[in-house]
């Protein structure tokens, strides 16, 4: 049995009694041979016998530090180990740059003076060291022609890793080579996920209670691997404090990141197995696993994203239209909505120019099938009427990227949805509102006529019988005639206005109340505007909603009322609330019934056409009572409304005329 020897400097020999007993104890191959100053160390290994030095710091004739340096210029293989009573940041970094494989203090682990009897955790921790740097010695050294061969034989598992096609097959591959050519019998990988690294696979000779899921934000030596992306092998574990309690059983570990994906680990039983050929061979290895599965992971996303394209494209109700961009737009494929709105097999058009196959009605003067390329950057679809499988129809065409990620897409898609049943309403509510203005023109004419005819004659009798004569029923006829002519203007403006606005414009709150205000002949009211809003809303029919509430608050209040018109504190839109006797609740529920009035005097149609027009902009008209007492309309609106200003107050005097 060949011996190991030890060299132990230091001048105390209890020192040295105590760590030889320890050395000895497991391992019955090491001699420990003492030197009590430098220089006598020197002599010592200089004739080459010597495997181990393990030295104080604090020598008579000199330092350590200083020592194990000279040594390990002249004998590269000796093992150095600083063992000291004089530990301090200072001396462990004159220590790591003197290049010695272990520094440790005598006090490890104790709470003694820097004097004071060292630890058996420093002895542990010295016999490991010493332990580990005689096995590494022993170690077989690998040739260049044998690393150059299991790199030869890398790039062959790298064929196999290519040709993978799930992830789980790769890491098997990678657990086989790393037993077979590196010759590391006990590996695991372990995949980041939710926050941890979890083993995906192991080899035939991994304990299994050696292996277990670890947070990646721990102190686990495979966490900090995995979040420094920096490679990690140490040669005894045991003097490593910190690694994971289920590897303080193997003597030494190599753990090496897969990119971001993960770690890859080899334990082994023995002490300093791994060295840093081994580190550079399993980071080989490593970089090929992770472009292997970066490559599965990048084809699985293409096939999820491909897919949900053609489940999107086959089944979304409208017609689809995918085109290829290069020179004249050509179809790639359509869907079947696509094929039986435009009635033609789906198959038969690939690669035709769109324009063959869409065409425009002749009555549309040409108009082009297909916005153009140019609108995929625009946000507004296209509208175009088309040649379908029944006849003329109306879309809306959105053009899209197939990749919205890329600056020029070479593909896009083209949406064509069906609008045709809102356009043939707009154009039967268009027809009807005609029709309902002619039928309301042609009414009003033959009302009107008779009773111009009866005003003229009431004229002529009211002159006949001269001023001095008793005229009341005359003048109740007249009254009468007056309200027939009120009743036929109402009519007129219900039947007119309609349900449904063309083209609102933003419109100022308190310049469209403005408007109306002066078109009525109110001389004793007054109109207050408590605030601003921008309103999106038709200009004459607005009018028309106040002309009506101003009337209203006159009419069926008092002749001197004062309105008030803003907008509403609690959300968008507006009120017109006045200071007269108010409007009953129990009455509030019918005062929009056409023919709903309270006097003889009334048309019953003002509020009506109040909430017509308010119906027609989608909003809402309320009643309530307002903070004076009298009648308070609101009118939440439908699309908000921007304020103008905060507080910009308006007054309308009663005017001097009558």
Excluded at 553 to 576: Q, S
């Amino acid at each position: 049995m060949s011996t190991h020897v030890v060299l132990v400097v230091d001048a105390n020999t209890e020192v040295v009694d105590d760590l030889a007993t320890r050395l000895t104890a497991t391992d019955q191959s090491v001699v420990v041979r003492s030197a009590a100053t430098a220089t006598a160390a020197e002599e010592a290994v200089a004739d080459g016998s010597v495997d181990c030095i393990v030295s104080e710091h604090g020598l008579e004739d000199g330092d350590g530090v200083e020592l194990l340096c000279r040594l390990g210029g002249g004998y590269p293989d000796l093992t150095r180990v600083l063992f000291t009573d004089a530990g301090s940041e200072a001396v462990a970094s004159d220590a790591i740059d003197a290049g010695v494989d272990a520094y440790v203090p005598k006090q490890l682990g104790g709470a003694g003076a820097v004097d004071s009897p060292a630890t058996m955790a420093a002895y542990d921790r010295v016999a490991s060291a010493v332990e580990a740097g005689l096995d590494a010695a022993g170690r077989p050294t690998v040739t260049p022609e044998e690393t150059a061969a299991k790199i030869d034989t890398l790039h062959d598992v790298a064929m196999d890793l290519e040709s993978c096609t799930v992830e789980a097959d790769i890491y098997q591959v990678a657990v086989d080579a790393a037993d077979m050519v590196l010759e590391f019998d006990m590996s695991n990988i372990d995949i980041v996920e939710d926050g941890r690294l979890k083993p995906v696979q192991t080899s035939a000779e991994m304990p299994k209670e050696g292996v277990e899921s670890v947070p990646l934000d721990g102190e686990s030596v495979a966490a900090r691997v995995a979040r420094t992306g920096e490679a990690m092998y140490t040669e005894d574990l045991r003097q490593v404090l910190d690694a994971d309690p289920t590897q303080m059983t193997y003597r030494s570990g190599l753990t090496v990141p897969i990119s971001d994906i993960g770690v890859f680990q080899a334990i082994s039983e023995e002490v300093a197995a791994f060295d840093q050929a081994d580190v550079d061979l399993a980071e080989t290895l490593m970089q090929h696993v992770a472009e292997s599965v970066k490559r599965i992971r990048f084809q699985r996303t293409l096939r999820e994203e491909r897919d949900r394209f053609a489940a999107l494209f086959e089944n979304v109700p409208d017609p689809v239209v995918r085109l290829r961009t290069a020179g004249t737009p050509t179809i790639a494929a359509v869907n079947e909505a696509f094929a039986g709105t435009f009635d033609f097999d789906a198959g038969s058009v690939v690669g035709r120019p769109l324009e063959t196959v869409l065409t425009a009605p002749e009555t549309a003067g040409g108009v082009s099938v297909f916005p153009g390329i140019e609108a995929a950057d625009n946000t507004a679809p296209t509208e175009l009427r088309l040649v379908a499988a029944d006849g003329p129809r109306d879309f809306l065409v959105h053009v899209v990227p197939v990749d919205l990620t890329a600056s020029e897409s070479d593909e896009v898609y083209g949406f064509y949805a069906d609008i045709t049943p809102t356009k043939e309403r707009k154009r039967e509510l268009a027809r009807q509102n005609e029709r309902l203005d002619e039928f309301a023109s042609i009414v009003s004419h033959d009302l009107r006529n008779p009773l111009n005819i009866a005003e003229g004659h009431l004229q002529l009798a009211t002159d006949r019988i001269g001023p001095d004569e008793d005229l009341d029923d005359l003048d109740e006829v007249e009254r009468a005639h007056g309200r027939m002519r009120d009743l036929i203007e109402n009519l007129l403006s219900l039947a007119r206005s309609g349900s449904v606005v063309q083209e609102p414009d933003e419109l100022s709150l308190t310049a469209t109340a403005g408007q109306a205000w002066s078109s009525v002949h109110l001389p004793n009211a007054r109109l207050e505007t408590t605030g601003d809003v921008r309103l999106r809303a038709d200009r004459d029919r607005l009018v028309d909603l106040f002309v009506n509430l101003f009337r209203n608050a006159v009419d069926h209040g008092r002749p001197d009322a004062t309105v008030r018109v803003g907008p509403l504190d609690d959300r968008a839109g507006f009120y017109v609330a006045d200071d007269g006797p108010g409007i009953p609740e129990a009455a509030r529920d019918e005062v929009f019934d056409s023919g709903y009035t309270t006097t003889d005097e009334g048309t019953g149609f003002g509020l009506a056409i109040v909430h017509q027009v308010a119906t027609a902009h989608d909003w809402t008209a309320t009643v309530t009572e307002s903070e004076h007492g009298g009648a308070r309309f609101e009118f939440p609106t439908a699309d908000g409304s921007e304020p103008l200003a905060t507080e910009h107050a308006m007054s309308v005097e009663p005017s001097d005329e009558d």
